[in-house]
């Protein structure tokens, strides 16, 4: 690891310190809820956002088998391969691989303006549970998107092209991607960061790069069960004809701990074009925390917009337009949520970060 992480990790403490000095992570945690993840009193200091694991935290600790390694691909598949195969058409056909999201509720439908009336939602009922849903839902918007975050397609046998929402990780070898685990991945894979609609790979703002292979933790079993909690994958990705890392070219977003089930996030995603016609990034940052999945280490975001398509978007801190800490992503139980507007994340603890050492080195 050596002195690159030891500069990376200046530069987390460095950034952290800045934005505590213009009160954004002031804004962010809530003691209360800090005891169900860190196992801290409430209303203690807390620890900042880490890119390194906590010792001891509940569930931490080493794999209890080998993480799930899928190459996806061979030796030849490279940048130049992947802009040969990924044609316009290939790219605007393909569909989103997670399962189908339910339009909004009357009133909450759309992904412009700022805020929906919850009318017609009730309280949400949950595994058995109740969530408090807000008096008014986020609503998302579109934006013209971020470098660190894009789309990761891939083809089936069948030549069935698909795709997922994934992003950057910060790492030591600078090729890492984030991804949920229900993306499944197949052949021809390639991720392209701020995708486009309606260019080909060529001709895309950061180009395409080759995805070579997928890291899944082996407890992960995808649907509602305990095993949802592991709704992650790391990828790792080709370099480029330049012989650059995907990192070096868009930047990466910074693996941090989820310190609390209530967070002031920004949510990301590319969303399905059949269910939004902008086939363009949307983006959300609702005025009230994150709330708890009960019986789950997940996190719920109630914001409109987020139809299949978006999973494995980042939830992020302190995002300046491409980059951020990131403590989240979309996914989860049923596989990221039953509609348009509540969605959710798996929480970022040492077992994730276990996964991510292991796939920056094999």
Request: aromatic share 10%; charged share 10%; hydrophobic share 35%.
């Amino acid at each position: 690891m050596g002195e690159r992480r030891r500069r990376r990790g200046r530069g987390i403490k460095a950034g952290l310190a800045g934005l505590l000095a213009v009160g954004v992570l002031g804004a962010v945690f809530a003691p209360s809820a800090l005891a169900e993840i860190s196992g801290t009193v409430a209303g203690a200091p807390t620890a900042p956002v880490s890119a390194s694991p906590t010792p001891g935290a509940p569930g931490a600790g080493s794999m209890a088998t080998a993480p799930r390694v899928v190459t996806t691909a061979t030796t030849t598949w490279n940048a130049a391969a992947a802009a040969t195969f990924w044609t316009s058409a290939r790219l605007a056909d393909a569909a989103p691989v997670d399962a189908p999201k339910t339009t909004a509720a009357a009133g909450t439908a759309g992904t412009t303006g700022t805020t929906g009336t919850a009318s017609g939602l009730g309280a949400h009922a949950m595994v058995g549970a109740r969530l408090s849903t807000p008096s008014s839902i986020a609503r998302s918007t579109h934006f013209g998107g971020a470098s660190s975050t894009g789309v990761i397609f891939y083809a089936s046998k069948d030549m069935t092209t698909h795709y997922c929402t994934a992003s950057v990780v910060d790492s030591h070898y600078g090729n890492l991607i984030i991804m949920a685990a229900h993306c499944n991945p197949g052949s021809w894979m390639a991720y392209v960061p701020k995708y486009q609609h309606g260019l080909s790979a060529a001709r895309q703002p950061y180009g395409i790069w080759a995805v070579t292979k997928v890291f899944k933790d082996s407890h992960y079993t995808g649907g509602s069960g305990a095993g949802s909690d592991y709704d992650y994958a790391f990828a790792q990705v080709a370099k480029n004809s330049k012989g650059q890392s995907v990192q070096s070219v868009t930047g990466g977003n910074w693996l941090s701990h989820t310190t609390s089930y209530n967070m002031y996030v920004t949510a990301l995603g590319y969303p399905k074009i059949t269910a939004d016609s902008a086939d363009q990034a949307i983006r959300c940052h609702p005025g009230y925390a994150t709330q708890k999945l009960p019986g789950y280490r997940q996190m719920v975001l109630y914001c409109t917009g987020f139809y299949g398509g978006t999973s494995g978007g980042p939830w992020l801190l302190g995002f300046n337009g491409n980059t951020g800490y990131l403590i989240g992503i979309t996914g989860g139980y049923e596989d990221g949520g039953p509609n348009s507007w509540i969605s959710y994340s798996p929480v970022f603890d040492s077992r994730i970060f276990t996964l991510f050492q292991y796939a920056e080195y094999h």
